[in-house]
């Protein structure tokens, strides 16, 4: 199921490249000021994308319905929303009043939430509806190091790109073009190693995110190196080497992982395990931020300090990416088969581990 594979890994590098592309994109939209919108200009290229989206889907994505009709888990949406707000309205509000007590309140409050959404999606389950997320899925312990890959992932690379920003246009006063441009060394390293990270993949699995997670974090330490030397002056060649790195570890990561982990779900199985990475991405971009501004903001007014302080905590969660992927499937277990018929009708299937056919013992 070659095709199936690269499917993925292409997805991850559309997702990926706009992540960082959007970057510069903005940064132009911005600068030009259209309509004197200012910094809203960013959001306008969101228009001719959704006008695309919406003409090509009817013709270029296959209609599809599930067997039967699910319902809408209103109450496991709340429960999750609450829990995860639990965690980062404190997060992002708290420096900046003190810490008051409300914060530690919200903080302590939130694994009882997230516990109770839990507890909810196994009754739905029980009751034979349909959950909000699967969490049979999590009975594997390759999905659930997924996951946990995918939201270190998400959280460096999101708040890397934040606070990058902050450092080039606050810290060393560049405008919103030139800002953006910067990021374009990221994407050209990245776009350079996504084209044969799926080949890559197919051949060494797992090993391609633990290089990847390797160079992200190697590459954040040599910028914290660099920024702490120069603060807010001198060249930004110096900067060079780290950008490439993490653009680099980034492109290694982003692809290879959706694709081994998703590559070896069974086929009924997919769009909850999709949905659960996605969702974990969002968490992951969310949680990434609003951490990393604690560091940055509660580092002093020197922004060169700031960025190169938060850079060190940026690598140590690129760390988490390394150890991680020990938990992940090795190539030879990712490999997807098609599901028998009649299988998985409750949806309790999870990964499914794959052994090599027997030898042939005779020919007949």
């Known amino acids: 199921m070659g095709w199936r594979r690269a499917a993925l890994s292409g997805n991850g590098v559309a997702l990926g490249l706009a992540a960082i592309g959007g970057q510069v994109i903005g940064g132009a939209l911005v600068e030009t000021d259209l309509a004197g919108l200012g910094w809203r200009g960013c959001f306008l290229i969101n228009v001719p994308i959704g006008l695309v989206a919406m003409l090509a889907a009817p013709r270029l994505v296959p209609e599809s319905r599930a067997p039967r009709r699910s319902s809408l888990d209103v109450a496991g949406s709340v429960l999750l929303a609450a829990g995860l707000v639990a965690i980062l309205l404190p997060l992002i509000e708290g420096r900046q009043h003190g810490w008051p007590a409300w914060t530690w309140a919200s903080l302590a409050a939130a694994p009882a939430i997230l516990g109770a959404f839990v507890a909810h999606e196994v009754r739905v389950r029980r009751g034979d509806r349909t959950p909000l997320v699967e969490l049979g899925l999590f009975r594997e312990r390759a999905?659930?190091?997924?996951?946990?890959?995918?939201?270190?992932?998400?959280?460096?690379?999101?708040s890397f790109f934040v606070y990058l920003a902050l450092y080039l246009q606050e810290g060393r006063g560049l405008d919103p073009l030139e800002a953006g441009l910067v990021f374009t060394i990221l994407a050209v390293a990245y776009v350079a190693v996504s084209g044969p990270a799926p080949r890559l993949t197919e051949r060494y699995g797992r090993a391609v995110v633990a290089v990847g997670g390797a160079a992200l974090a190697f590459g954040l330490g040599l910028l914290a190196v660099a920024t702490a030397d120069?603060?807010?002056?001198?060249?930004?060649?110096?900067?060079?080497?780290?950008l490439v790195l993490v653009g680099a570890g980034i492109g290694l990561c982003f692809?290879?992982?959706t694709s081994s982990v998703l590559g070896g779900i069974d086929?009924?199985?997919?769009?909850?395990?999709?949905?659960?990475?996605?969702?974990?991405?969002q968490v992951g971009y969310a949680v990434g931020v609003a951490l990393t501004g604690v560091v940055f903001f509660g580092s002093g007014a020197d922004l060169g300090h700031a960025f190169a302080v938060s850079l060190v905590e940026l690598?140590?969660?690129a760390a988490g990416i390394v150890a991680m992927t020990r938990l992940?499937?090795?190539p030879r277990d990712?490999?997807?088969a098609a599901a028998p018929a009649g299988a998985n009708?409750?949806?309790r299937s999870a990964l499914v581990r794959h052994r090599p056919p027997p030898t042939p013992t005779a020919t007949r």
Do not use: C, E
């Not at 086929?267 to 659960?276: D, L």
């Open 315 to 317: 690598a140590a969660l």
């Open 328 to 330: 992940l499937p090795r």
């Open 334 to 336: 990712a490999a997807p």
């Open 230 to 242: 120069v603060g807010v002056d001198g060249s930004i060649v110096v900067l060079l080497p780290g």
């Open 143 to 158: 999905f659930t190091a997924g996951l946990m890959t995918q939201l270190f992932l998400a959280a460096t690379q999101a």
């Open 255 to 257: 692809a290879p992982l």
């Open 267 to 281: 086929p009924a199985q997919v769009g909850a395990a999709s949905g659960a990475m996605s969702t974990m991405q």
């Open 345 to 347: 009708a409750s949806g």
